[in-house]
Nanobody, 125 residues
Framework: QVQLVESGGGLVQTGGSLRLSCAASGGTFSNYAMGWFRQAPGKEREFVAAIARSGSNTDYVDSVKGRFTISRENAKNTLHLEMNSLKPEDTAVYYC??????????????????WGRGTQVTVSS
């Protein structure tokens, strides 16, 4: 059983930056492709970014390309999401997720077997 715990969320002004982290335990981290998703109030959970097991391949939703960077440290069982030039529309609860089966970046929620509880990101205008 894999446990995922997100951290690094908070309140930031428009144009600011945050770095989210996701600490994994209970499994072999390097066996999992990882993803970040977010859910704003009243909206469905949506894909943000994903990274392959080795970190060699990444994928981003168009709205965050050039502003967000996903990375992983397999030796530390940690996933990161560097978020720059934040906008009010980035406000959401951010979740990390782990996928054992595919091993490559995936956008579909159903591709991921394990989820964290989320961390709140609020961007003020």
């Amino acid at each position: 059983q894999v446990q995922l715990v997100e951290s690094g969320g908070g309140l930031v002004q428009t144009g600011g930056s945050l770095r989210l982290s996701c600490a994994a335990s209970g499994g072999t981290f390097s066996n999992y492709a990882m993803g970040w998703f977010r859910q704003a109030p009243g909206k469905e959970r949506e894909f943000v970014a994903a990274i392959a097991r080795s970190g060699s391949n990444t994928d981003y939703v168009d709205s965050v390309k050039g502003r967000f960077t996903i990375s992983r440290e397999n030796a530390k069982n940690t996933l990161h999401l560097e978020m720059n030039s934040l906008k009010p529309e980035d406000t959401a609860v951010y979740y990390c997720a782990a996928d054992l089966r595919l091993g490559r970046p995936a956008r579909a929620i159903m591709s991921y077997e394990y989820w964290g509880r989320g961390t709140q990101v609020t961007v003020s205008s």
